[in-house]
């Protein structure tokens, strides 16, 4: 419990210091004009209170991502409490803050155009196809999920087939097409609240149920799966708790509804430490919930595993179990909102901001409908015909893919740091952590990549690491020499 309750004081206090000064490092100035009124359209620009900027953030980034990620992440260990605490202050909220300020900054642009700018025409493309591949893949994923589930709570059935996707995808394209704040401004803060509720309730729990929670002595001495190094596959399965690189494409959509560039740092640095406590306390809670039960001579690693197992890997019945015993009726409820609203809520907002990604790239107008609809139809087929396919194989890289945006992400802010004369090291750190945990892991999991092809190699684990740190010094040499490159020139050109 003592590990618990100081990775929770550590995350609040993350937020009130390091926030604080990573705002000053961006220089967020209240004397600016921000695009919701230099751009304001009605649309995609609109002014809107920082209360409900902040819950649309926190539920745009979050979805399962935090509660789900959060509990097979815990199968590895107290190392879980380390990786949502630092890699959430050094790493997600300074992420996502800068992101967010950034795109302010270039009037609202979406992430491709703000990387392309600092990481050349290459990394812009690349991004582009990234970005719309991630956000039509969100949009598969939940689309399936959610109608899943309320399928297996309340089936509606049409001639044999289920209608909640459909449902599900009409919902999509309404939030999709009409303003920000006419559907997603309603609705959103709604489930925003629910949700930080069920926490707080999950909350209460983990520091009032019975049974025992590691302590940090435990963080690399025992943890289960064991057949699975905690690196680099431990910060591929926390990904929304701590680093993520879809919430860099949720943060344009919200820059540009701030009305002061200083609302900035609760709305993006805070949203992402609210999403890492939410993590923190369902990770303590599957701890917790997997030791009070009733399984002889298990650990309570394995006592989760086992229980997972046994619901066929589905991570929902955890969280049902927590909240129908821990919090009777009302938890039950915020349960089906917690697996079902959740993911809706990031699934729209993955074709929204897909919609506005292609039409920046393309200089395409959003005014109308007609021309949302010209960009929308060709992204909502192509998620219907992705639904279609075998998602258990591009559900394996959807996580990795995730985490590669985060690199160019990171770089791209780097770049623009050191290109204003700013401390470019809080970015620099973790871009090359990043880097090192992206190219390992595409090498190294069992189920992605090379690996797949050289399982049974004794030697191949070691090459991979070695792959992993070549790939990363290849990039710090590739930063080094532009900057030596910029020094000597005088001038600041991209990445490129």
């Known amino acids: ?86 890699g959430c202050i050094f790493g997600g909220a300074t992420h996502d803050y800068l992101a967010g300020m950034i795109s302010l900054s270039k009037g609202g642009a979406s992430l491709p155009e703000v990387v392309g700018d600092e990481l050349g025409s290459t990394g812009r493309q690349t991004m582009r196809f990234l970005s719309l591949l991630l956000m039509i893949m969100v949009g598969a994923v939940f689309v399936t999920t959610p109608a899943g589930l309320l399928d297996g709570l309340l089936p509606l059935q049409v001639q044999g087939f289920s209608a909640w996707p459909i449902i599900i995808f009409c919902y999509y394209i309404l939030a999709t097409l009409l303003p920000v704040d006419a559907l997603i401004g309603r609705i959103y803060p709604i489930f925003g609240v629910a949700l930080i509720f069920m926490a707080l309730g999950v909350l209460f729990g983990v520091l009032t149920q019975p049974g025992n929670l590691p302590e940090i002595d435990e963080a690399f001495t025992s943890h289960h799966p064991a057949n699975l190094p905690i690196f680099p596959m431990l910060f591929i399965t926390i990904a929304c708790g701590a680093v993520s690189g879809f919430h860099a494409t ?166 623009w740091l050191y290109k204003n004369g700013k401390p470019y090291y809080i970015t620099l750190v973790p871009a090359l952590w990043m880097t090192l945990v992206c190219s390992t892991y595409i090498m190294i999991s069992p189920k992605e990549g090379v690996a797949v092809l050289m399982q049974g190699v004794e030697w191949w684990p070691t090459a991979s690491y070695a792959f992993g740190l070549t790939v990363t010094l290849i990039c710090l040499y590739t930063f080094v020499s532009y900057m030596r490159t910029v020094a000597s020139n005088k001038g600041f050109k991209s990445l490129d």
Do not use: H
Not at 30 to 37: D, G, H, L, S, V
Not at 278 to 300: C, Q, R, S, Y
């Open 250 to 415: 949720q943060s344009p959509m919200m820059a540009r509804c701030l009305k002061n560039e200083k609302l900035g740092r609760p709305v993006f640095y805070g949203a992402m430490i609210t999403e890492g406590l939410v993590a923190l306390i369902w990770a303590a809670a599957a701890m917790k919930f997997a030791d009070m039960l009733n399984t002889e001579g298990a650990t309570p690693y394995e006592k989760l595993a086992a229980f997972l197992k046994a619901n066929n890997g589905n991570v929902a019945a955890v969280v049902n179990a927590i909240c129908n015993d821990w919090l009777g009726t009302i938890g039950a409820l915020l349960a089906v909102l917690g697996v079902v609203a959740a993911p809706i809520t990031s699934g729209d907002t993955a074709f929204r901001a897909a919609r506005l990604i292609a039409s920046d790239f393309l200089k395409f107008p959003q005014l109308t409908i007609k021309n949302r609809l010209l960009i929308a139809i060709p992204l909502f087929v192509a998620s219907a015909v992705i639904m279609n396919l075998n998602f258990d194989v591009l559900w394996r890289y959807f996580a990795w893919l995730n985490q590669s945006l985060s690199i160019f992400t990171f770089w791209a802010i780097t770049v």
């Open 1 to 86: 419990m003592i590990t618990f309750i100081t990775a929770f004081v550590l995350l609040v206090l993350g937020y009130v210091i390091y926030g604080a000064f990573v705002e000053k490092v961006f220089g967020a100035d209240a004397t600016r004009e921000t695009p919701a009124y230099s751009k304001q359209d009605g649309v995609d620009f609109v002014p809107m209170p920082s209360w409900k900027v902040f819950l649309i953030q926190f539920l745009n980034i979050a979805g399962t991502g935090p509660i789900f990620g959060a509990i097979m992440g815990v199968l590895f260990g107290p190392a879980a409490y380390l990786w949502i605490v630092f």
